[in-house]
């Protein structure tokens, strides 16, 4: 399997044992390397050059995205999902697909929301 140059940066904890089982999952699933997983507790300097502090980044989990846009939250998580694989790729934009997707797309909706009322 080639190994690609990573889509996007995901910035996480790695002291925190919660956010090791997500990230090690994903990490799992992004055998192309598509994702440049950077742990915050080690490599600081990463965060700077992201234009973030360590608080913020510990508030929040944080995604640089394909178009080197920074997501945060939700959001990061989802592109880090779909990038990994462990979503399909139109997750985040469900309104821009045919039908055939729309039933998933009204589910996603759902989940989104209910993710955004529970994950920071």
């Known amino acids: 399997m ?3 140059k990573p889509k996007v940066t995901c910035f ?3 002291e925190c044992p919660i956010c090791a089982i997500e990230i090690n ?7 192309t390397g598509n994702v440049k997983w950077v742990d ?8 700077a050059t992201a234009g973030l502090t360590y608080q913020q980044a ?4 944080y995604v640089i995205d394909e178009n080197q846009q920074l ?7 989802f ?3 779909e990038t990994t694989a462990l979503l399909p790729a139109h997750c985040s934009n469900y309104r821009k697909h045919s039908f055939a997707t729309a039933s998933h797309g009204v589910l996603l909706r759902y989940i989104r929301t209910l993710s955004f009322a529970v994950y920071r």
């Open 40 to 47: 915050i507790a080690q490599d600081k300097t990463a965060l």
């Open 58 to 61: 510990m508030e929040h989990m």
């Open 79 to 81: 592109t880090a999902m």
């Open 2 to 4: 080639t190994v690609s």
């Open 25 to 31: 999952a994903m990490k799992k699933l992004d055998k």
């Open 12 to 14: 996480h904890d790695g």
């Open 71 to 77: 997501q945060s939250g939700v959001l990061g998580f």
